[in-house]
């Protein structure tokens, strides 16, 4: 699910780092929902239970405070959900986590986990979070959110006052993968988190569209736009 490149946060999508056009074809095809129904292939928990109680453990061990960055860093990188550690599928926890901590809330990293685990990973988190199980747990927390998909105006559907879960495609001369960032608005523009797996860093760009310029080729899923007054 993570985003490798570390290419500096203001390269085109030009020359070097063209994507491929079949996959670039491929992933402006998918919206949230082709995505949303991989869904229908998620294994039962119990596949994954013995795993989720050691996750569980290991977890619970690490100190978070927010803004995380660079999921493939730090405490981060051995981290876990499903089958899988936070280096290769943990952008969508990480992205919860720093939305609920901009939202003014405390969020509890062993609680994402364990929703996602029981409500909504793909393959086990080899593919990552199904988006549905996103916009479930903004529910269970009792977060004022909308979601947007389809053809936007990104930088529109933001306000001052919110912050926001984007998942996106990307698709570099390589290949391709999914990953979910969180953002909001700073003086500079908008400010996005955990951009880069091997970066722990937040970085800055003039708008979302000038970020989803940047580096690989990105094709938005959707985006959970969250009130950052909490009832």
Same mark, same amino acid.
């Given at each position: 699910m993570g985003d490798k490149n570390s290419d500096n946060k203001r390269q085109k999508?030009?020359?070097a780092n &063209?994507?491929?056009?079949f996959l670039k074809a491929l992933v402006s095809m998918i919206g949230y929902g082709g995505y949303a129904a991989i869904n229908a292939v998620r294994f039962p928990y119990f596949t994954i &239970? &013995? &795993?989720a109680m050691r996750n569980r453990e290991i977890n619970a061990s690490k100190?978070?405070?927010f803004p995380l960055n660079g999921q493939s860093t730090g405490i981060l990188k051995d981290m876990r959900i499903g089958?899988?550690?936070f280096a290769g599928s943990g952008c969508g926890a990480i992205a919860t986590f720093n939305a609920l901590s901009m939202a003014g809330m405390k969020p509890d990293m062993v609680e994402i986990?364990?929703?996602?685990e029981r409500k909504g990973l793909v393959c086990n988190a080899a593919l990552g979070v199904n988006p549905a199980a996103v916009k479930n747990y903004l529910a269970k927390k009792g977060l004022t959110w909308k979601c947007y998909k389809g053809k936007q105006d990104w930088d529109a559907c933001l306000g001052d006052s919110q912050a926001a879960i984007m998942l996106y495609f990307w698709v570099s001369p390589k290949g391709m993968g999914a990953h979910y960032v969180s953002m909001e608005k700073c003086p500079k523009g908008i400010r996005v988190y955990n951009v880069y797996g091997n970066r722990d860093t937040a970085y800055e760009f003039e708008d979302i569209q000038a970020f989803l310029e940047s580096g690989n080729y990105k094709k938005v899923v959707s985006m959970f736009v969250i009130d950052r007054d909490v009832q």
């Open positions: 999508n030009t020359g &063209k994507p491929q056009p &239970k &013995k &795993k100190e978070l405070a089958s899988r550690s986990v364990d929703f996602y």
